[in-house]
């Protein structure tokens, strides 16, 4: 079945330290792959996105993530985390070729940054 | 700075009423988007559309309706609510770009429903 997955529910990070979150998808094709930011109490924001071309896309807020096709991956990572980075992050894509075009999301991954 | 605007931001009500969640946007988007979101969990498609008049029901059942007679305005209604609909709601929108999947959405900040 076409899925998005995040394999990390919950995440803890010290203050400066890098940070990765994990995203793999399942589709027959290349899809088109964001990452969004929900801060508490807050809508979506879009952090990145990649179509196609370099694998490696920078984001807003120090935010970048690499497209792996062979590990059917889309990685977000930063090299230093900031407290304000606390929140939870979406991972999503378009898995089909109708119309509609919706995204699919992942579950998210709630990250939480120690001092 | 918002662009997409969704009301009200919270809402207790009891079983059995009806209610309007409010979502508009100001981008000009042609499509616009209802999610529904249980706390920690991923976000599910409930009805989309692709322009006026036209609306259709996403992945997850719902028994909620939506209209879209206007370009910039989705409003999503419970006829009945229950304690089963207690959830939030986020409204999107994107951009028709006929260039294929790429236009990404945009999100209001959601209303969170709860149902007593």
């Known amino acids: 079945a076409q899925s998005v997955t995040q394999p990390d529910i919950h995440i803890t990070v010290s203050e400066g330290a890098s940070l990765e979150l994990r995203c793999n998808y399942s589709?027959?094709?290349?899809?088109?792959l964001f990452w969004y930011v929900q801060s508490p109490g807050q809508g979506l924001q879009l952090l990145l996105k990649?179509?196609?071309?370099?694998?490696l896309v920078q984001g807003i807020k120090g935010f970048e993530a690499e497209f792996k096709r062979s590990q059917s991956s889309f990685n977000l990572r930063k090299p230093s985390v900031h407290w304000s980075d606390a929140a939870e992050y979406f991972c999503a894509g378009t898995l089909e070729d109708t119309g509609r075009r919706a995204l699919t999301f992942g579950s998210g991954t709630r990250l939480q940054v120690q001092p | 700075e918002a662009d997409i605007y969704q009301t009200p931001r919270y809402l207790v009500i009891g079983t059995g009423k009806k209610i309007t969640l409010e979502c508009s946007q100001t981008m000009g988007h042609d499509k616009m988007y209802w999610y529904q979101q249980d706390p920690g969990m991923e976000l599910h498609l409930i009805h989309y559309s692709y322009g006026v008049n036209s609306t259709e029901k996403g992945d997850l059942s719902s028994e909620s309706t939506v209209s879209r007679i206007r370009t910039e305005h989705f409003p999503l209604t419970l006829e009945s609510a229950r304690p089963s609909h207690t959830s939030q709601y986020l409204c999107a929108s994107s951009q028709h770009t006929g260039l294929g999947n790429n236009s990404p959405l945009h999100f209001g900040n959601g209303t969170r429903l709860t149902v007593t």
């Open positions: 589709y027959g094709a290349t899809p088109y």
């Open positions: 990649y179509f196609s071309g370099d694998t």
